[in-house]
């Protein structure tokens, strides 16, 4: 996984046994991997990467004094530099696996509690289970001690106050899974605080999202935000719904296509201030794209997967496909089938790097005049050169939220069935003039007997919506007169794709079920895909590639259609042209059929450490600095980008 900007340097000599995790703290120490530990080993990453605070100041499993009892803090935060020892603690974390619950007596926050209290100089602490994350600050009242709720930590070297209401040069890009974890906190607070079904409570979300993304994009302060004092009682969570409301309305004017002039945010003032103060310390717009989009697609997932044979392409499946292409800025790239727009940011994330990289050389290292004329690329090229469609308005509307997430280019996505006639589309998607004119295609579209396409009018449009005759004689599959009663969408897709290519030079990528290329009964459809397109590789994915949603034998097909000469040239020698295939097999691509994440290992079964260079963006004194750190992570099991970056060596051999 990308996180930022890294490179590989050499592995580390650390082996990681089974069962077993790597502390992030000291680097060394392999520890159970448990429920717990996992939220443990997250919100110490947390605490480095985007709270700042030096690993040399935080302590695992830090043994405290309380009376005769000997108990265990699961993080502490010290004093700048200071030793090690109770009386230095600044800040005290207690990590729970999920099923523990906040109001538990023994291991809730009031044992949270009981530790800062037995710390004396200890201001702060956080209690989480990575569903549940509650921040507290200790502070004396009436020789009381007392716990006052707090939105958020404060980052190393901030004051309290500014621990409040956030600057924006503040914002934290979130790292790893910490995005995941308050996705998952903010739905199911609304499902369970205000009454929603989980559906109604992710559209809910979704607002607050648009909101916080309009907020850093276009606000001169920080409006997205509830201070300590304005989470409970009456009048703060009223503060806050002020601003939220006012921000959600320039939201509409801004995105009319997604929101409707008359949508309101639902929610109570009291759970919408808890949601806000969960939200506020993360960056959206500079979070890492691979980061948000395993948070976004995961949560859209669990709400708006349907009946019709929809399931979303893995992360790492788009990136291969997109690093085979190698999209350019110039080239116009469409799915239609886009769903929530996985290879569309996919795509759009690549040619942004690519500008990235050329301003940056242009302006020798000068990011201010860099990221000015990186933005007013990037807005032009997704404006212009970036499509999708989808059947179903909803994932459309969740497209749009994710494509404006990650960089803003909702304005090319439409919702329309692409098998149909264009006269059936929007006059804004006709007016994309897309037949015959794109440059590359990529996409997954749906599959299935039990979604067939049975419109008369529809099959009658395509070769491959005929019944089509077999021939032992000259060896040829022939169409006949004679329309199907129905066909599986995705042979459809198949001849609707290449007609969307420019002849002679469009490319496209596409997930098909393995019956395509070889079940006997099918041979005519790939008759018509040898005559009218040079396939270019074939990838065979492992049979969990998209486990655990669904159990699917599946490959990518990579087609390049023929010009109309070239075909017809073959149609009158009675021969088609012999190439070369590039064809691999993907046979290692990260996760289990339960979705676990699947490491590199030795032969001894053990995990293998790589140590890597990250490159994290901070601002000081309003300006952005890029600083480099090095850290450990295991190798995940994935040969995708290796298949990746064979293709293009076997394909720039054949220029």
């Keep these: 996984m990308q996180e930022g900007t890294t490179n590989v340097l050499k592995p580390a000599a650390v082996i990681v046994q089974q069962g077993k995790i790597l502390d992030y703290i000291d680097g060394q120490t392999q520890r159970e991997e448990t429920p717990e530990e996992y939220v443990r080993q997250e919100i110490a990453k947390s605490l480095v990467r985007e709270y700042s605070y030096a690993k040399k100041d935080i302590a695992v499993e830090f043994v405290l004094r309380l009376g005769t009892r000997r108990p265990r803090a699961d993080l502490v935060v010290f004093v700048e530099g200071a030793t090690h020892s109770q009386e230095n603690g600044f800040i005290i974390v207690e990590c729970k696996a999920q099923t523990v619950k906040s109001s538990d007596r023994k291991e809730g926050v009031g044992q949270l509690q009981s530790y800062m209290s037995a710390c004396l100089n200890v201001h702060y602490g956080m209690w989480t289970n990575g569903l549940e994350r509650i921040c507290y600050r200790k502070v004396q009242k009436d020789g009381q001690v007392l716990f006052e709720e707090t939105p958020d930590l404060p980052m190393f070297g901030k004051s309290e106050d500014e621990a409040e209401r956030p600057r924006f040069d503040q914002l934290k890009p979130a790292s790893s899974d910490a995005l995941l974890f308050a996705f998952r906190r903010c739905h199911n607070y609304i499902a369970g605080n205000q009454g929603l079904q989980k559906p109604q409570a992710f559209w809910e979300l979704l607002k607050l999202i648009f909101c916080k993304i309009h907020d850093e994009r276009n606000s001169d302060e920080v409006q997205f935000f509830a201070a300590a004092n304005e989470r409970h009682g009456v009048n703060g969570p009223l503060k806050v719904k002020g601003r939220l409301d006012k921000l959600f309305s320039t939201v509409k004017a801004d995105y009319p296509t997604i929101f409707k002039a008359g949508e309101m945010i639902d929610l109570t003032p009291q759970v919408l ?383």
């Design 273 to 655: 201030a808890y949601i806000v103060g969960q939200l506020q310390m993360y960056s959206l717009l500079e979070s890492d794209v691979d980061v948000k989009g395993r948070a976004y697609e995961e949560i859209v997932g669990a709400n708006l997967r349907g009946d019709r044979g929809e399931f979303f392409t893995p992360r790492n499946i788009c990136r291969m496909a997109v690093a085979m292409l190698d999209p350019g800025e110039n080239q116009l790239i469409l799915d239609l089938a886009c769903g929530t727009g996985g290879f569309l940011i996919t795509s759009m994330n690549h040619v942004i790097e690519k500008i990235r990289e050329a301003e940056c050389r242009k302006w020798g290292g000068n990011l201010e005049r860099a990221e000015l004329a990186i933005r007013g690329r990037i807005s032009k090229f997704a404006e212009n050169h970036i499509v999708g469609i989808d059947f179903n308005p909803e994932l459309v509307k969740a497209s749009k939220m994710n494509m404006v997430m990650n960089n803003d280019g909702e304005g090319g996505l439409y919702q329309g069935n692409s098998l149909a006639s264009p006269g059936t589309w929007t006059e804004k998607l006709r007016s994309r003039n897309l037949l015959g004119n794109v440059d590359l295609i990529f996409t997954n579209p749906p599959f299935g007997s039990k979604i067939p396409v049975d419109n008369p009018s529809i099959l009658e449009m395509y070769d491959l919506g005929y019944i089509w005759s077999y021939s032992a004689n000259n060896d040829r599959w022939e169409k006949t007169s004679a329309v199907q009663k129905s066909q599986p969408p995705e042979i459809l897709f198949v001849e609707r794709c290449v007609k969307f290519l420019k002849p002679g030079v469009g490319r496209m990528a596409i997930v098909l079920p393995d019956g395509i290329l070889g079940s006997p009964g099918l041979g005519y459809v790939r008759e018509w895909i040898l005559k009218h397109t040079r396939v270019l590789a074939s990838i065979d994915l492992h049979p969990d590639t998209f486990q655990p949603s669904v159990s699917v034998q599946t490959s990518v097909l990579v087609l390049q259609r023929k010009s109309d000469e070239e075909v017809n040239l073959e149609e009158a020698a009675g021969r088609k042209n012999d190439y070369e295939v590039f064809m691999a097999v993907a046979n290692h691509i990260g996760h289990d059929k339960r979705g676990n994440i699947t490491y590199v290992r030795d032969k001894r079964g053990n995990e293998i450490v790589e140590e890597i260079e990250e490159i994290s963006k901070e601002y000081q004194d309003g300006k952005p600095v890029y600083r480099k750190q090095k850290t450990q992570r295991k190798v995940i099991d994935d040969n995708t980008m290796q298949i990746a970056g064979e293709f293009q060596k076997w394909l720039s051999g054949l220029d």
